[in-house]
């Protein structure tokens, strides 16, 4: 990870933008799927691949870091950041949710630069303890990047995980929680409470890491901050905007699960211009 | 003499297996002393790791290992390893990951610890899953030999364990072959089907018709699915009645299985013995399976039953 400009910082906006356009094309096309988390968490996806991550669409890299979607339903935004990557092609983003289509509505291991098949919440952060454990068990210098929802932090799952990572030292793992304050059902505080949600993560034995997920100069220096911490997972709590980009979207909860109809469309791409 | 159970020998395959196969990872979730994972453990330190009792999390960990091209062994109680059959179903077995499920204290066999700690159902649950080999050897031979061959065989699979030892059936020569059922005996009369611990049951059941002059024939079919269809068939058709035994609810598990087949390829009269849906209780094992009709006088009355009908 090189130093970063303020030209680059630009350039990695400017992706996201395109990466929320993708979104939303692709979204009123397939006519369902997951508006609000896939544009929650976009600068963090356009950060990882575009900046973060040593990775390559074509080849396995000795050292190859490895990414995990566990929240899947952010699909959309996973598949509009590998297609903008090389890893198939923009024109496939149309098959999305579609009759015998390349892009299932979750992730599917299938699909070229995806490590797992997710959709089921909970799951991710296991996924990656095992994938941080093979790393170091062969001296490789990789590290685990794995983003989570907070609504699915709901799942008890995620905490045993979470005790695994800081038993075993699994320092070569980055968590990132797409905090973004809401859930299919409401306010994650009024559904089932989260805070003091960063405590829980310290009490834990974690590193924590507080941004602006929105903020592209912040994550950038987040995960410049995490790549050098040791002896502990680290976690990057992402505070984030659902619907981030689209004004009549932003912390709008009937977008959790549904995609943008015809006119919604064109006032957010008049807006992501 | 002493018997090994199949959880004993599987532990001892494992510690043989990890001395040159280096990728091979065994994970337990506090349970390694019961399900015999210490002892690769212990040898193999770096190559094992204990989750806690975290079932779930014990599943996703070895996904995870698997994803990175390790072979994963995963040791727990049936039951308690069932508790994350979602787990199993949308990651494991959805992307058809490398990782074998040592599933020990099955059926009954963890007598006196009751029926939260018993599992009648696992075969039901394991076998309707897409990519799932589900696995059941019958002696401590069969469960050494299936471990190994397991080691190499890519594709996740359910091994059911058991808790107590049976009687030996084979002998050292035995070779194991995934996807086949072993005919155990010959016969005209009736085919008596069965898997793991029933397998000795049908074996005495055989004994005891002999003497009758009824002539069974017996197959142990050691992995549910896949489900050898050729062999149950043709058995099916040089007997015309067929007995199914299993440690295992009557719904859904081997006897299921069977007759999914023959009702479709050549359906003769049938009798399923297992567990009648209901749960376990504490006891001594040999009290509980007799008490639960899985022994040698149900298959031998089954047997009657179906010699008394027509073919």
Known sequence: MTEITSEDLKKLEDKANLIRRHVIKILNSAGSGHTGGSLSCTDLLVALYFHVMNHSPDVKLENQDRFILSKGHAAPALYSTLAECGYFSINELESLRKNNGFLQGHPDCKIPGVEVSGGSLGQGLSIANGLSIAAKYDNKNSKIYVLLGDGECDEGQIWEAAMLSAHYKLDNIIAIVDRNGLQIDGQTEKVMCLEPFARKWESFGWNIIEIDGNDMSQIINAFKEAKCLTGKPTVIIAYTFKGKGVSFMEWVNSFHGKAPNETEMNMALEELK | ?311
């Open chain 2, 1 to 311: 003499m002493s018997y090994l159970s199949t959880r004993e020998a599987c532990g001892n395959a494992l510690t043989e297996l990890g001395e040159t196969e280096k990728d091979i990872f065994v994970l337990d979730a506090d349970l390694s002393v019961s399900t015999q994972t210490k002892k690769f453990a212990e040898r193999y330190p770096q190559r094992f790791l204990n989750v806690g009792c975290a079932e779930q999390n014990l599943v996703g960990t070895a996904a995870g290992l698997a994803i990175a091209r390790k072979t994963v062994f995963v040791g727990s109680y049936a039951m308690f390893i069932n508790r994350a059959w979602e787990q199993i179903r949308n990651t494991i077995s959805h992307d058809n990951l490398n990782v074998k499920i040592l599933a020990s204290h099955s059926g009954m066999t963890n007598a006196p610890d009751g029926a939260s700690h018993q599992c009648f159902e696992d075969i039901a649950i394991m076998r309707v899953i897409p990519n799932m080999s589900v696995l059941c050897p019958a002696d401590e031979i069969e469960a050494k030999k299936l471990i190994l061959a397991e080691a190499y065989r890519k594709g996740p699979s359910y091994i059911r364990l058991n808790r107590i030892a049976t009687q030996p059936i084979y002998d050292i020569d035995y070779e194991f072959e995934f996807g086949k059922a072993v005919q155990i005996k010959e016969g005209t009369d009736v085919t008596v089907i069965a898997t793991g611990t029933m397998v000795t049951e049908a074996i005495k059941a055989s004994e005891v018709l002999k003497k009758e002059g009824i002539n069974a024939q017996i197959l142990n079919v050691h992995t549910l699915k896949p489900l050898d269809n050729d062999t149950i068939i043709k058995a099916a058709k040089d007997t015309g009645r067929v007995v199914t035994i299993e440690e295992h609810s009557r719904y859904g598990g081997l006897g299921g299985a069977i007759a999914e087949i023959l009702a479709e390829s050549y359906p003769v009269p049938m009798r399923i013995i297992g567990i009648k849906d209901r749960f376990g209780e504490s006891g001594v094992y040999e009290h509980l399976i007799n008490k639960f009709g899985l022994n040698a006088s149900e298959i031998v009355k089954s047997a009657k039953i179906l010699l008394g009908e027509k073919k």
